[in-house]
């Protein structure tokens, strides 16, 4: 048998015989009773063989094609295994755990149906593999073989995807956990990935940053009574903003409220990994680097530093590196509270545990509110029964198979849920005014694309994002006793709402408006520099 065949069966018994799991998976995500929709998985596993007969084909040499077919085999054998039998799925963490587990535990795991797995699917195959005799083609004809086979499965992956990138986007993005079921893919993946950060990524020294950080006097003198909430929204566009101009009522509530709406407003990034790190970097957007940001201070420490208390409460997936060295709190899944519901919290419940802070904190005092907001695709989960104002909706997460508008309908559900959310924030620091002078600025990382052009989602390189993926909105609130204090001219900051800002300006805008002094500081980018006395 030619090398070249041999890689096309390897292929297809892997991906047929060895991803059950991910197959189940794929048909009861996408298949109902149409003739058409049937054809998705059948296309996506024909992409998955091309892929695979490609990685293979490149193998296919005297004295190495059989050990790599070997071990592809065994270790796809191995994971199907464990990810059938016990429902896991293959990430790095379960790598992780693999290369720290012991003998003992090691054993526990060892069971006749696992060896006679073993034998059947991994051992025999190999076998026959191992005696089946292989014929090659002299070196050149078999790289000009290579070569070919290489390319054309490369042009009808490229046109496969190309015709239907509407639904393969949306689909592998909205069900990420199937790269954790693709053999051998998750398992040569992972654990590559975690050997090289175990071996080869040398440890980098934490670089300082604000070292000559203080109080101002304007903050020494308001010392205890000084409260600052930053509120960090999810996926928040601002043209669905009724403060901007939006046809409809987004934000009926923020609009009775005594606030500032700044509606020329950027953001960082496209997705939350890079916005949310950078928006509290001091570096801007053009100069901001994700490897760089997880080794350097940002805009917390220095805070802390000066003397203020920082307390971040993430109701989403983590602050990124942001909050690594402040007080940090996971509300996201509290067990037993009522606005947590199917391993989901509502965004209320970071009002209600910021309550609970008020009652026993003093000042200085800065709050970070990390929302859960307009998340998507499953925008249905993210606010109560009670504000499905906006209706047909989208009541599931394959948002493909939902008409646009019905996507939009539960999209602008979410920022109305967010506007009272705010509201309530608001009416919580007026409550508590005897005791703290508060402010709040709530600004979104990044905005979201609801079927415009074909785009859905986010995370699109920012040069060719759409505005509607970087346009977000900003609101401000400052109680009369907080700008008095801080000397704040409230008209100046008015006249502020219309002028381009960008979260480039969220780092130094903080230290200004907190009162903080230090060298990192930059006032040009300091959106109320000249509004104070």
């Given at each position: 048998m030619s090398a070249h065949k041999m890689s096309m069966i390897v292929a297809a018994m892997i991906l047929a015989l060895?991803?059950?799991?991910l197959w189940q998976e794929v048909v009861s995500l996408s298949v109902d009773d149409?003739?058409?929709s049937w054809l998705f998985p059948i296309s996506l596993f024909f992409i998955f063989f091309l892929a695979?007969?490609?990685?293979?084909?490149?193998?296919?040499?005297?004295?190495l094609f059989k050990p790599v077919v070997v071990t592809l085999i065994i270790i796809s054998v191995m994971a199907s295994y464990f990810i059938d039998t016990y429902g896991v799925m293959i990430n790095r963490d379960m790598v992780r755990n693999l290369f720290q587990t012991d003998v003992r535990e090691a054993s526990d795991l060892i069971s006749l149906g696992m060896i006679t797995h073993l034998i059947i699917w991994g051992a025999v195959p190999a076998f026959l593999i191992i005696k089946q005799p292989i014929s090659y083609q002299p070196w050149f004809k078999n790289s000009i073989h290579k070569s070919v086979i290489v390319a054309i499965c490369s042009a009808l992956i490229v046109t496969m995807i190309y015709s239907g990138f509407k639904q393969y986007s949306i689909f592998l993005r909205n069900h990420r956990h199937l790269r954790h079921l693709l053999t051998p893919a998750n398992i040569i993946y992972n654990s590559t990935s975690l050997l090289k950060k175990i071996y080869f990524n040398t440890p980098k020294e934490l670089q300082r940053v604000g070292l000559d950080a203080q109080a101002g006097d304007l903050l020494q003198n308001l010392g205890k009574k000084s409260l600052f909430v930053l509120v960090v929204g999810e996926t928040a566009r601002a043209d669905h903003f009724s403060l901007q101009g939006y046809e409809r009522e987004t934000n009926p509530e923020l609009k009775k409220a005594d606030g500032i709406y700044f509606s020329n407003v950027s953001s960082c990034g496209t997705a939350t990994a890079t916005s949310l790190p950078c928006m509290f970097s001091a570096n801007g957007r053009r100069s901001f680097s994700n490897e760089k940001a997880r080794h350097t201070e940002?805009?917390?420490?220095?805070?802390?530093?000066?003397?203020?208390r920082v307390v971040w409460l993430d109701n989403n997936s983590g602050c990124k590196g942001a909050c690594d060295r402040v007080e940090h709190e996971d509300i996201s899944q509290k067990d037993g509270d009522e606005l947590c519901k199917n391993g989901t919290c509502f965004d209320e419940i970071l009002n209600v545990r910021l309550e609970e802070i008020l009652k026993t904190a003093n000042g200085p005092?800065?709050?970070v509110l990390h929302q859960l907001g307009s998340h998507g695709p499953a925008y249905f989960k993210r606010y109560?029964?009670?504000f499905k104002r906006f209706t047909p909706t989208c009541d599931k997460a394959q948002i493909e198979n939902c008409p646009q508008q019905n996507i939009i309908n539960t999209y602008d559900n979410t920022l109305l849920y967010t506007d009272a959310v705010l509201a309530d924030l608001i009416k919580l620091l007026k409550q508590n005014s005897k005791k703290y002078?508060?402010?709040?600025?709530?600004?979104?990382?990044?905005g979201e694309s609801l079927g415009e052009n074909g785009i859905y989602l986010h995370g699109l390189p920012y040069s060719i994002a759409p505005s509607a993926q970087t346009h977000v909105p900003m609101y401000v609130w400052l109680s009369k006793a907080f700008a008095n204090n801080m000397k704040l001219n409230t008209n100046c900051t008015i006249s502020k709402k219309s002028l381009p800002f960008s979260h480039d300006n969220l780092f130094h805008t903080m230290l200004g408006i907190m009162d903080v002094k230090t060298s990192s500081y930059k006032k040009n980018l300091d959106i109320f520099e000249d509004c104070r006395k």
């Open positions: 060895f991803n059950q799991s149409t003739l058409l695979l007969n490609i990685i293979i084909t490149l193998f296919a040499w005297p004295g940002g805009l917390l420490d220095i805070m802390q530093r000066a003397g203020v005092l800065l709050v109560p029964d009670s002078d508060s402010a709040m600025l709530y600004i979104s990382d990044h």
